[in-house]
Structure formats: C-alpha cells, structure tokens
C-alpha cells in the first residue's frame, strides 16, 4: 500500500502543509472538515491509499489552525479563506487542472472552489456536509457531533469523546489518532488561529453582504461539472436526513448512501469510498 508523505509549501505569504500519496497519476485534491485536530492525514489517510494506485493524491491542511500549515495567518473569511488558499496551493504546485473532493466544511470549500474556477475541476466528489446543506438554506439540528465539537477543551478525553460522534468504526479511535488530532489542535498558535477562523466564519455566514460569498442556493444547483455526493447513513454529526433534503435540491450530482459510516465515511469505508470514486472518475 502506498505510504503517505509530508511535505510544505508557499501559498502565497504562509506555509500550506499538505499530505500526498501516489505516483504520477492525474492530480486529486481532498479538503479536510473543520473539527479540532483535522487536518489532511486525519481527514484521509485512510482513504489515500487506494486511490493512490491511479492518482496522485493530495490532502491540504487547511489555514485557520488546522494541521501543520502556518497558524499565524489569519483565515479572516472563515472558509472563503480555505478556498483562496486552496486556489493558491494548486497554483504553487503548477496542477492546472484536478479532480477536487472534500468532506464536511472541505466540501464546501471544494464546491466553491469549482464555482469560482470550473476550468481548473475536472470532476468533483462532495462527502457529507453541514456546511453546504446551511449555504443551500437548510437548518441543521443540534447533533450529538456538534454538541461534542462544542465541548472539546483541549484535553485527550474531550477529543476522543468527539471522534466518537464521527466516526462509526470505533476500532479506528486509536491512542495515536487522538494524540495525533489533539497534538495538532493544541500547537502554539492553533487556538488563536482557530478563533479568528470561527469569528470570520460567522462574519461570512451571518454579515448580509459577505453572505453573498457564503450563499449556494442560485449557483450550485446550476454547477455543470460532474458531481457525486457521498454520506454516511450513521452520521452522527450531519444526519442522513440533510443529505436526502440536498439530493432533492441538487438534482444533477449524484448521491450515495453507505452504510455502517459515520461522518468520515471516507476512514470508515475507505475501499468502498474508493470504488465510489473510481468508477465515477472512470466514467
């Protein structure tokens, strides 16, 4: 199986650290969600892998604190900001074109991505999302996921307590992925970058005129790339529910459910996924 690597660079005046696998296959970017601790190798390193046998894959850690990537610049527009430097990312590794994917807030971030640059998305793969189902107008209920996000405090027990709201395969909730997620979240720096994240967040879903940026519900169901839409039947965080609301809205992209995966169906049911993903691109 392929082995994931770390590596850096400049997306224009901070440092991006993203995760790759692969060889010389076409180019796949994957934007991880926006809980404590995420980042590319947490998001996808399950999933990596075997879509590393014909891709060369890549997994950003998004700016706002997340990851490894520099938490000293500030995401002051929430995740537009993750769109900008994702747009920036693909410029600083000269990928001119590439299927985009992204899970939970990712998601958003990779369909905004392809509004903004249809030319440079050559298929795109949308994996459970909270955050598209409120920028098409949808309200989501309180879930166990969110009240655990709510309640992390930085400590192992809190981290863990929330993975549990995530992911349905419990024997993925090892020692090394709390540590590795709560690490992450707790490095200098990542607490500050994470606030200032979540205050542009509420500036762009909240603020009438930024909201604009925010907003799907006129342009995403008019999105012409080739789409699917992936979701956990047993999601703990964005119910299945919201996702059967979306298909209804989004009548061109392709929605599949799978069971036995949580919110992270992709580290769930990563050969599944995979499957999913190939036969789509292959299409």
Request: with cysteine.
């Amino acid at each position: 199986m392929a082995d994931l690597r770390s590596r850096n660079v400049m997306t224009g005046r901070f440092r991006t650290h993203y995760t790759e696998c692969g060889g010389n296959g076409p180019a796949l970017v994957l934007c991880h969600g926006g809980g404590p601790g995420s980042s590319g190798e947490a998001g996808f390193g399950q999933l990596m892998p075997p879509l590393a046998t014909k891709f060369q894959v890549y997994a950003l850690d998004s700016v706002g604190g997340f990851g490894e990537t520099d938490p000293y610049y500030p995401a002051s527009e929430g995740v537009q900001s993750r769109v900008d430097q994702l747009e920036a990312f693909m410029d600083a590794l000269c990928i001119e074109k590439a299927v985009v994917g992204g899970n939970s807030q990712g998601a958003w971030v990779a369909a905004k991505y392809a509004l903004e640059h249809p030319d440079r998305v050559e298929r795109l793969v949308l994996i459970a999302s909270n955050t598209i189902s409120g920028a098409m107008g949808l309200e989501s209920p309180v879930t166990e996921g969110m009240k655990a996000i709510r309640a992390y405090n930085g400590s192992e027990e809190s981290m863990r307590a929330f993975l549990k709201t995530i992911v349905w395969n419990k024997n993925l909730i090892t020692d090394e992925l709390v540590k590795l997620r709560n690490d992450c979240a707790n490095r200098p720096g990542a607490e500050a970058a994470r606030k200032i994240f979540q205050e542009g967040q509420q500036r762009l879903t909240k603020d009438p005129n930024l909201r604009l940026k925010f907003d799907l519900r006129h342009t995403l169901p008019k999105l012409t790339l080739p789409t699917i839409c992936i979701w956990g039947e047993d999601d703990g965080f964005a119910p299945v529910a919201l996702g059967r609301q979306l298909e209804a809205m989004l009548p061109n992209i392709k929605f599949h459910y799978v069971a036995h995966a949580g919110h992270q169906v992709q580290n769930d049911q990563p050969q599944l996924v995979a499957k999913l993903m190939m036969d789509f691109l292959a299409a």
